[in-house]
């Protein structure tokens, strides 16, 4: 299988630690999608100027998916960590949820090609395009920021 350069990028984002908790932490106080984080922040890095428009479908598409396949996948494997006897279940789980977010990153992706590139641009311009609810809670903010300083930083040092 051919691997997709956001996918590529994701798992390259995702190795830090501090970028997982981020997004983790956005997903879970705040219902954002990790995948539209992401995604966010590889636009940003591939120069892509901020589009509210391709932020909104961005958005609503990985929203829908995750309430159509993501979170149920995710309760039963939250729910099977806590059984007994059921570590094989939720490894199962696990790959099927990580395979969901796979196909999700590549349908952003596809989505997202038609953008123009080349400049440079700022990892938060393109967070608070993608979660424009940020500028009423500060809490949702302080996150988007942390994590555009994280992702900065990670481009930096490689």
């Known amino acids: 299988m051919k691997e997709a350069p956001l996918w590529r990028f994701a798992l390259r984002l995702w190795r830090d630690k501090r970028i997982e908790r981020v997004c983790l ?69 696990q790959e099927a949820e990580l395979e969901g977010e796979r196909l999700l990153l590549e349908q952003l992706s596809r989505q997202a090609q038609a953008q123009p590139g080349g400049q440079s641009v700022s990892a938060l311009s393109w967070l608070f395009v993608v979660v424009p609810e940020a500028g009423q809670c500060e809490s949702l903010q302080a996150g988007l920021e942390e994590l555009a300083a994280l992702s900065e930083s990670l481009a930096v040092s490689e």
Do not use: C, N
């Open 25 to 93: 932490r956005l997903q879970d106080e705040h219902g954002v999608p990790v995948a539209v984080l992401l995604t966010a922040l590889w636009l940003s890095e591939a120069g892509r100027r901020p589009d509210p428009a391709l932020g909104r479908r961005l958005l609503a598409y990985a929203e829908q998916f995750e309430a159509d396949y993501l979170r149920p996948l995710r309760a039963v494997r939250r729910r099977a960590a806590d059984g007994q006897g059921t570590m094989e279940l939720k490894r199962q789980i």
